[in-house]
């Protein structure tokens, strides 16, 4: 595997079901990243996670819990999500920490979430 | 906090015509831009960025893009396009100037380049 993977690429989940996303790179970076991409809308960061410590929380609601056992390694835990909520999430990496100026960040796949 | 503004929402073009897709961004002191690309059920994959020095940047597929300070714009140009450039495109900044948000993207809605034979 090369680069940033996101498992699974497809997720339905009813508002009462708690799943989990994860997202793994192998490019060897310090900074991760959860983006919620909705139709129509800017791409939205919600977490930013330097050395396996989150630096940022963009006013995401606890439905939305984010994990990070290593800097290879991100997680985004669901629960009791809203119909709202259903996007597609993107996981990203970059090399210097967050807030490094002008550092590339690179994207998974992304999954694509439906709330029942 | 930066926006950004892509003033075009779909862009029409067919195959082997030249192609701009526009960009401004609302801040006037120095910053970062970038361009994103993202084919169909695929992340977004970096175009090109501009950091500082020439004000014309060239990325990758043939693509480029001037930065224009006066104008706060970074509208992004291809002289002939193929069908595989058909993508959803996403300009974005980063302002160095805003403390514990540095370096944090901001990103514009996105601009679907469809490229017909």
């Known amino acids: 595997e090369t680069g940033v993977t996101q498992t699974p690429r497809h997720l339905v989940m009813g508002m009462t079901n708690k799943k989990s996303l994860k997202c793994e790179q192998h490019?060897?970076?310090?900074?991760m990243y959860w983006y919620k991409q909705s139709a129509k809308k800017p791409l939205e960061l919600m977490f930013v996670?330097?050395?396996?410590?989150?630096?940022e929380n963009n006013s995401v609601p606890s439905r939305f819990s984010p994990e990070c056992p290593n800097s290879s390694h991100l997680f985004l835990h669901l629960h009791t999500l809203q119909p709202e909520d259903s996007a597609l999430y993107l996981c990203?990496?970059?090399?210097?920490?967050?807030?490094?100026?002008?550092?590339?960040?690179?994207f998974g796949p992304g999954t694509r979430l439906t709330v029942l | 906090a930066q926006s950004v503004t892509q003033l075009d929402s779909q862009v029409p073009v067919f195959e082997e015509a030249p192609v701009e897709l526009r960009c401004n961004y609302s801040?006037?002191?120095?910053?970062?831009l970038f361009w994103y690309v993202q084919y169909p059920n695929q992340g977004l994959q970096l175009l090109l960025k501009?950091?500082?020095?020439?004000?014309l940047v060239k990325g990758i597929n043939g693509f480029e893009a001037e930065f224009n300070k006066s104008q706060t714009s970074f509208h992004l140009r291809k002289p002939s396009v193929h069908i595989s450039d058909t993508a959803e495109y996403f300009c974005?900044?980063?302002?160095?100037?805003?403390?514990?948000?540095?370096?944090?993207?901001?990103f514009g809605r996105g601009t679907q380049l469809t490229v017909w034979p």
């Open positions: 990203a990496s970059s090399q210097k920490a967050a807030g490094a100026l002008g550092d590339t960040q690179y």
């Open positions: 490019l060897g970076h310090n900074a």
């Open positions: 996670y330097n050395f396996k410590e989150q630096t």
């Open positions: 801040s006037s002191v120095s910053v970062y």
């Open positions: 501009y950091l500082s020095g020439s004000t």
């Open positions: 974005a900044v980063s302002d160095p100037s805003r403390g514990s948000t540095l370096g944090r993207l901001y």
